[in-house]
């Protein structure tokens, strides 16, 4: 089953303005990712925050975590046409079976008109 | 650095014909392997995945099987495809640490079952 859920299903944006995507869970965390998917390509991960963690940072990508509300977003600042993709938050949770679980969301589709 | 082949890229097949899809790392000693499939516009649903050679796991009943018969090859099959088959099939590895949740995607293959 999925466990993480994005917000917006999809959002458009121009070029040079914020995007901001949401992601809620339903099950306590280890961590949680977010995945950027171009079109008819794999997963690239982007950033893992763990659960101690409030608040992370990675060039312009801003991922904050809310362990209280099962809830993470995803800032991209001064956005791209480059950045047009589908995002993904996806959660850790513990050991199954000898390897990380890790369950994916349903995404938010990005466009970023230039 | 590490990579991650799939192949092949498209396929189409009818109703009723095999399927080998096959996945291979390089770079990397001891990967846990993942596979996935993706509906148009839809999440990721895991399929299988291994954390050594012979080892594998099933998380979906399904019309489906995998083998890893060699520590960075891991295959998908089907003796006979159906309709419902038909999706974006992603490859995927990770360390096989605990801890390590980051996993690494190969560029996917697109089946169409006719």
């Known amino acids: 089953s999925q466990q993480g859920e994005e917000d917006p299903q999809a959002l458009s944006i121009q070029e040079g303005e914020n995007a901001t995507m949401n992601c809620s869970y339903k099950t306590s965390i280890n961590n949680l990712q977010w995945y950027r998917q171009n079109s008819g390509r794999g997963l690239v991960h982007l950033i893992l925050?763990?659960?101690?963690?409030r608040e992370k940072h990675s060039g312009r990508l801003r991922v904050t975590l809310d362990t209280s509300k099962k809830s993470s977003s995803l800032l991209i600042t001064a956005s791209r046409a480059a950045d047009t993709a589908s995002y993904f938050c996806a959660t850790g949770g513990g050991n199954s079976g000898g390897y990380q679980k890790v369950t994916f969301g349903t995404g938010t589709k990005l466009q970023v008109i230039p | 650095s590490q990579t991650i082949h799939q192949w092949p890229a498209t396929l189409v097949q009818p109703v009723g014909s095999p399927l080998s899809l096959e996945c291979t790392v390089e770079g990397t000693s001891n990967p846990n392997l993942y596979w996935y499939r993706q509906a148009a516009g839809r999440g990721l649903q895991l399929l299988f995945y291994?954390?050594?050679?012979?080892?594998i796991s099933s998380e979906v009943p399904q019309n489906l099987s995998a083998s890893r018969p060699q520590d960075r090859q891991f295959i998908l099959s089907s003796k006979k495809l159906l309709l419902s088959d038909s999706g974006f099939y992603l490859c995927?590895?990770?360390?096989?640490?605990?801890?390590?949740?980051?996993?690494?995607f190969g560029p996917g293959t697109r089946l169409t079952v006719t």
């Open positions: 291994s954390v050594g050679i012979g080892q």
């Open positions: 995927a590895w990770s360390y096989g640490l605990p801890g390590a949740y980051e996993q690494y």
């Open positions: 925050i763990r659960s101690n963690e």
